[in-house]
């Protein structure tokens, strides 16, 4: 296993191929939304506020439940429709990155037939991997209320299950980490070997047993990427940000609110844009590394059998 050069060699077909970019971003981020959490409140006269009572908010409701409504189904319809561009990119660029690997042209045309023909099967797994990551959250929920419950009748009985409380954390922690790998891996069985989505799952834990040191070396490095890759983009927010900030403060200054507006909103816009196109670049580069070392782990000898007889040359 080189794993310089399948870090050098991702590199190489992202960099040059923007539209791999865009598959990246549909197929690695774009389908969750993060909302601002913001608390507005207001101190009473005993100096603590405890939140609009339930006239208040029944009458909120009354007067704006259509636009409420609207709201949510767009939100609703908009997820929808980036879950399932999502699952098409994501077929898309692992044979883009296959492609481009053996030296052949590829557009983004045909990258996005080929994701089309495998995108109900990479729904399919997304469900699939949700639904499982889920179950040891409930486990661990379950454990921490019982611990609770216990606490408020029996300190032992609190104590014991806090303990399986927090034994079933670090366990769930390395499951969903395991899950995470076989994941990606049974994405690339779908769509490069044409595998169903319970079995692909099942094959990309049976390749982390097969292959562990491989696979896990390689999810390392990857890790270290990331975090090299999230330190540079923090410095570019910076360096975007603060020409951005003073090219508002100086249209301001000189055209006063209609030229911060205008201005403002040209400058954000750019920022946010190569922060988009920054994380795109990073979301395909991620997408095509994980390609190249699955087909490189898939082209590895499988190991003997602990006491198997080894036939003779």
């Known amino acids: 296993m080189n794993y310089g050069y399948l870090i050098k060699r991702a590199f190489d077909i992202v960099a040059r191929r923007p539209y791999l970019w865009l598959l990246g ?3 690695g981020g774009a389908t969750t939304f ?6 507005y409140s207001r101190p009473t006269a005993s100096g603590a506020y405890h939140g609009p009572n339930w006239a208040v908010l029944q ?15 767009f939100v609703a319809i908009l997820g929808i429709v ?21 030296g052949h042209e590829y557009r983004l045309g045909k990258a996005w037939r080929a994701g089309y023909a495998t995108a109900w099967r990479i ?9 499982l990551a889920i179950l040891p959250g409930l486990l661990v929920g379950a454990l921490v209320l019982a611990a609770v419950a216990g606490a408020t009748s029996s300190a032992a009985a609190g104590l014991s299950f806090g303990l399986l409380a927090a034994m079933a954390s670090l366990v769930s922690i390395a499951f969903w980490l395991t899950l995470g790998v076989s994941y990606e891996l049974a994405k690339r069985l779908i769509v490069l070997e044409d595998g169903r989505v319970a079995e692909s799952l099942r094959n990309g ?3 982390i047993r097969r292959h562990f040191k491989e696979v ?21 927010a910076a360096v975007v940000a603060i020409p951005a900030v003073a090219l508002g403060f100086g249209s301001w200054a000189i055209g006063g609110a209609t030229g911060l507006i205008v201005i403002g909103s040209f400058a954000a816009v750019f920022a946010l844009g190569v922060l988009l196109a920054a994380h795109a670049a990073y979301s395909s580069y991620s997408s095509v590394y994980w390609t190249l070392l699955f ?3 898939r082209t590895l000898p499988e190991p003997t059998a602990t006491g198997a007889i080894v036939p003779a040359a």
């Open 123 to 131: 729904a399919g797994l997304r469900l699939l991997t949700f639904v």
């Open 34 to 39: 993060n909302f601002p959490n913001s608390n």
């Open 205 to 207: 834990f049976g390749m």
């Open 82 to 102: 980036l879950f399932v561009l999502g699952c098409i990119a994501a077929g898309g660029v692992i044979h883009a990155a296959v492609e481009h690997d053996a």
């Open 59 to 73: 009458n909120f409701w009354n007067d704006n439940w259509l636009w409420i409504a609207g709201i949510l189904v």
């Open 25 to 27: 971003f549909l197929a």
């Open 216 to 236: 896990v070396f390689g999810w390392l490095i990857l890790i270290a990427l990331s975090i090299g890759v999230g330190i540079a983009m923090v410095v570019l």
């Open 295 to 297: 087909r490189s782990i």
